[in-house]
Structures are given as C-alpha cells and as structure tokens.
C-alpha cells in the first residue's frame, strides 16, 4: 500500500489555502486520486490483508476528509472575518447631508394672507384661470371698447371669447351668483395673468380677492376690515393712507397705502421717495356689478378689495425684482 503517514497529509492540508485545498482533494480522493486508487487495490489483495489494509486505508482516508473539511471552514471563517474587517462601518463618520426643502416665499405669503382673512370669518372661493370676457371684464363694468381694459392686457384664447384671467375680480361676479340675494363674504386667491413682463410686473402672478355684500354695509366697513388686516399683516403702528382711485367695478374706489417699511417714511428708492408703499385696490361695488352678480343694489352693499400677493412677498422680504418668484432658482429659493 503505497501511502504516506497521516501526518503529512494533514502538514499539507493545514499549508493549504483555498485553491490549493481543492488541488489537494482531487489529487487524493479525486476519481484518478491517489487514495482512490489505493482502495481500488484493495480487492486485489488476500482477504486478511485486505481486512487490516482496508481499515488503515479507510481510517487514514477518513482523518484526510475530517481535515480537509475542517481547513475548508477555517479559510471560509478567516475570509469572512477579513471581509467584515473591510467593510466595518464607521458610525462616527460625517453623514452625507439630506437638503430639507420648504415652502416657497409666495405660498408662505398667501398661507399668512389667507389665514389673516379668515380669522376675520372670510370664507374660502375658487374660480377658473381661463374665464369668458363676460366675467372678466363686461359683468365687472368694463364695456367691449373701455379703456381701462388697455391696463390689464390679457391672453386671448384663439377659440373665441375664452382669456386667461387678468385678475381675481370675475370670482366675485361668480360667488355672488351662488350667493345672491343673501349676504357674502368671501377671499378668492389665484393665478392671474397679463401681458407685461418688468421687474415690477410678470406675465403670471397671484391675487387675493375679497367681497363682502350684506345690507348697510358701507365704505366705513371696508376701512375698517383694511386697517385690521394691514395691522395684522405689517405691525400695529403701520401708517395708512387711503388715496382715491379709479376701478370700473367700484364706485367710489381707493387704494391702500402703507408707510414705507424701508425708510420709516424718510423716503428711499423703494418708495420712490414718497414714503408711502402701494398695497391694494378696492372700494365700493358698483350698482351695475350688484346687479350682474344677482342682487338689488337698493337692498345690498358690497366692498371688495384685491391684492397682489407676489407684491405683499417682495415688500415683506425686500425682493427687488418679481421674476424671482417665478424662476424657481435655488440660489434664491433657498435663502427663505
Ligand atoms: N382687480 C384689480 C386689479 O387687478 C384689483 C382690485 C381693485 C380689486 C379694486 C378689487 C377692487 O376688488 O375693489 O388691478
């Protein structure tokens, strides 16, 4: 029997690494091995040699396999502990930074705009961006060929008669229209549009609207409801002005001014060296609206006002240019 001690064996299993041990296996139990071909000989032995041979051989062949599989689980052990050495992860280190987003500056504005009319028990009114000129302009006491349509040029629709809305307003004529002949108080925020395009104007920009009708309501109402919003909205001490105004849908009209919260008045290029600041549009709804809306203007009185909301934006966070808000750039965005 042409075997070596066992001991030999198992010095070169325990020299082996991983490739090697596979070598090992085949070049001694293989089919052609040398261990295989050890016992295939057996049976040409006499049956008492055999008997001892055989179980030298097989104790031999067992000892061999043991070992080999035990050196096989020691490379697997040793390969995954150096494995999990390198991929350790170090919980001490700097995380990756996640760049939280939040509100953009106009909705944060229409959010406190908003919240300010209904504490004082506005009710909340949508209506459509593309509106018929009847809402747009006829029922809110523009005719066809007035001239004051010139300041709010709009984007025709091709399909006649069908524009982008150039101002909240035309939501009055339509909540009056569910409300009517009963009283109404109602904001109406929303995307409007216009043809201009400067640092001061923007093709798409937002409005708030608001209209209240009930019986005896007076411009000493709408003073009132405007001195506690912009008191709200800009400070108590904040000083107002109400300068005569022209609106087609409002008679007599006003428009609101703040002192400027810039120069406290001393005068500055925001103001434009009046120390006041623009605000809002508003006064007392004409007759002639009453009456498109559904109502009896010998019964019931309304004030409306309207707002740029992009203006209240710029004038609380001194933006200089309104574009920015449309522009959707992160430089800017990110220093709300
Ligand atoms: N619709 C006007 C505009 O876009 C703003 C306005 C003025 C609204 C007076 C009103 C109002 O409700 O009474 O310029």
Known sequence: MPTRPLSDYLAEIDGADRTGLEALRVQWLGRHGSLTAALRELGTLGPKERRTAGQELNALKQAVEERLLARQRQLQA??????????RV???????????????PLAVTQERLVSTFVAMGFAMA???EVEDDWHNFEALNFPPDHPAR?????????????????HTSPVQIRAMQQAAP?????????RVYRRDDDATHASTFHQIEALVIDRGVSMAHLKATLKTFA?????????????????PFTE?????DIGCLFCQQAGCAICKLSGWLEVLGSGMVHPKVLQAGGYDPERMTGFAFGLGIERIAMLYYQIPDIRLMLQG???????F
């Open 78 to 87: 040793q390969a995954l502990s150096s494995r999990l050495d390198n991929e």
């Open 90 to 104: 170090d919980l001490s280190l700097p995380g990756e930074p996640v760049a939280l987003g939040h509100p953009h």
């Open 126 to 128: 949508v209506g459509p």
């Open 150 to 166: 010139d300041m709010q040029d709009s984007f025709a629709l091709a399909d006649g008669g069908w524009l982008l809305r150039t």
């Open 182 to 190: 009963g009283p109404l108080r109602i904001i109406a925020p929303g």
């Open 231 to 247: 008191r709200a909205l800009f400070g108590a001490d904040v000083p107002l002005r109400f300068r005569p105004s022209y609106f």
């Open 252 to 256: 007599p009209s006003a428009e609101l």
């Open 329 to 335: 750039d992160l430089r800017f965005l990110s220093q």
